[in-house]
């Protein structure tokens, strides 16, 4: 498990992450592309750089954060799943987990403007959110790729009626059976204070809802997801950069504020030092959930050890009648059996962040008596 996966390779994920590696961590630093730099023909008011195309900036940035040591993935995140301990980041050719995640993606909505008059009434840009409300009905789903198959398998368990539009473009996935798909450009979406229908070329489509997959997960769209409180487009975040949920930061242009590349580079360098406050407060926790363990670990032991020195006292007493080791045995293993099961229970390794420590007290807790009993066994 990672400490921190910075999603967005631009000016304030590649700041933080230079940071984060100078604190003592090692970053991971996730991104499809340059995102809004790219575009930038001639940057002339950034301090320090003279007549620097927005492209050769951000491949500057990121050759810098590679001499640093710090891994770049050339990737696109679909989905970030709150485990609550941790978080899951699942990208279309890899999973990572970590305990804290920066989301620096720059700042796009993938906003389909033909749909902006039906926003809230009809059209959304998250299933995971809204996809409840349209159970059972007609749904449209507007996308080409990875991103849309990924609300399509969270819209399908809701609706068996869904339409997936292309809008024109080539589909670069496979539906599964049962889903319609229309390939044309859309003209019109169509309603009385609602969403009624679809429009394109040649087809009208009546529909109770639909949703825009465009393109890739945007800061916007994986906000919407985990639950991140947003003010208009923007991400809100506190004075340390976090936003509501503990353990997701975020910076840059995708919080508002001044778009440019100077705001961003300050922004991942403040956010940056908060994580790794939050980080060395998280270990901190380590020994403490270790003494947890040990404490439930240890009565079980004890018992055992106490119930095998009873066992031996008797033993070399020859206190035994017909039946006592049958008894005396029968006492200690399937009461300690019944508690093993009991605390497996109790100690879940896929909630903790320290997994190879759970599994351990786990398994232990599962063969002490089986341990016992064979010490008992050899005895008699």
Known sequence: MKDIVIIGYGPSG?????YLKRYGFDPIII???NGALEDAHMIENLYGSENMSGHDLAVYGQNQAKKFGIELITDEVINIENMYEYFKIECKNHVLEAKAILLALGKSRNKFHLASKYEGIGVSYCATCD???YRKKRIGLIGNGVFMAHELDVLSKISSDITVFTNGEKLEVELPDGIKLNEE??????????????????IDTKLDGCFIALGSQSGFSLASHLGIELKNTDIVVDENFMTNID?????????????????AISDGAIAATSISKYLKGKKEWFFMEIYQYIFILLPIWFIIIGVIALNLYVHKKGWYLKGTKRLLYSLFFIPSLLLAIVLLFIVNPEASPYKEVALIVKISELIAPFVASGVMMIIY
Do not use: M, P, R
């Open 185 to 202: 450009k859309i003209v019109e979406f169509y309603g009385d204070g609602h969403l009624e229908g679809i429009k394109t070329k040649t």
């Open 131 to 133: 996809g409840f409300f």
């Open 31 to 33: 991104g499809k592309d």
């Open 14 to 18: 590649i700041s933080a992450g230079i």
């Open 247 to 263: 353990g997701i930061f975020a910076s840059g242009d995708v919080i508002g504020g001044l778009l440019q590349v100077s705001k």
